[in-house]
């Protein structure tokens, strides 16, 4: 579903972002992207939304060459690609629906279907309570939960997250991380690029590690022991995926079809 071949970006002033990097994440996978800071992992998520343009190579994504993508072609694109920003990027007088909405309201959807979107996504991510507040009177935890449900309110194919656990204590960035988990159990792949080498260690999913702007490693999910079964039930969490027109069960088994390794997923 995303294909780097050779991929390269150089910055105006001669900065060496991303350097002939090669890589597949396939429909339906969860990869981390790590690195010390300056590796390109940024760089990486900014290239598959088309806010950069690789200097060289090529990206493919859903078998589209973005490489070669039109300007006016790239909204289109974006509406399979949700985005979690490190920083959250919420609009501050808002409140938690109008954040949430207003992705469809761009795309000119009725009120009607917005407050039932909406408000199933909330009611999923347990902040259908919170739906009137504004945003600025919600914790650090709440907020990236708005986050990422904005990210999702369009039902996109692909979940992007830069640092989504990074500015949370560690018992908010595992709620966190296993929201990232059940999404992607229900179909939508998701790229967390993160430097917490305790996250990446514990939850042992498949790793991309970036040096310099050079893919150093790609390190496979790690398989649980025979017999043992640590995924923790699926939580009650009701979105938008591509999955979710299904019936459950039918979704639940394809998305678990669709991951390379469903079982090493390993619980907080
Ligand atoms: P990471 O997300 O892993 O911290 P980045 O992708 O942000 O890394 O940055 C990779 C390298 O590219 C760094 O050396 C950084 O200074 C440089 N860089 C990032 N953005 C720009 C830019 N807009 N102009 C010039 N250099 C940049």
């Known amino acids: 579903m995303i294909q780097l071949y050779h991929v390269s970006k150089r910055y105006p002033n001669g900065c060496d972002a991303l350097n002939d990097v090669t890589l597949r994440i396939r429909e339906g996978e969860f990869v981390f992207l790590t690195g010390a800071s300056g ?5 990486l998520l900014r290239l598959l939304l088309v806010m950069e343009r690789a200097t060289e190579g090529q990206i493919l994504i ?3 060459n973005i490489h070669v993508l039109r300007d006016s072609s790239v909204p289109f694109l974006r ?3 949700g985005v979690v920003f490190q920083d959250f990027r919420l609009i501050k007088n808002r409140t938690v629906f109008e954040n949430v909405a207003i992705a469809l309201e761009i795309m000119g959807l009725g009120r009607k279907e917005i407050e039932r979107r909406v408000n199933q996504l909330l ?6 309570q919170r739906a009137h507040s504004p945003v600025t009177d919600l914790s650090g935890g709440e907020q990236q939960r708005v986050a990422i449900a904005r990210a999702l309110v369009n039902e ?16 908010l960035g595992h709620d966190i991380m296993q929201l990232l988990i059940d999404i ?26 970036l040096h310099k702007g050079k893919l150093l490693e790609d390190r496979p999910r790690v398989s649980v022991r025979p017999g043992q079964d640590v995924r923790p039930p699926p939580s ?3 979105y938008g995926s591509p999955l979710a027109m299904q019936p ?20 907080p």
């Open 62 to 64: 859903g078998g589209r």
């Open 236 to 238: 009650p969490l009701v």
């Open 156 to 171: 996109p194919a692909i979940l992007l997250a830069d640092e989504p656990t990074g500015n949370l204590d560690p018992e």
């Open 184 to 209: 992607n159990r229900r179909g939508t792949t998701v790229a967390v690029a993160t430097h917490d080498a305790y996250m990446i260690e514990h939850y042992g999913l498949r790793t991309l590690v």
């Open 39 to 43: 590796a390109g992992k940024s760089t």
């Open 248 to 267: 459950p069960v039918a979704a639940a088994e394809s998305s678990l079809a669709s991951a390379a390794d469903p079982d090493a997923v390993e619980a």
């Open 79 to 81: 509406r399979n690609i």
């Open 123 to 128: 009611e999923g991510l347990r902040l259908i």
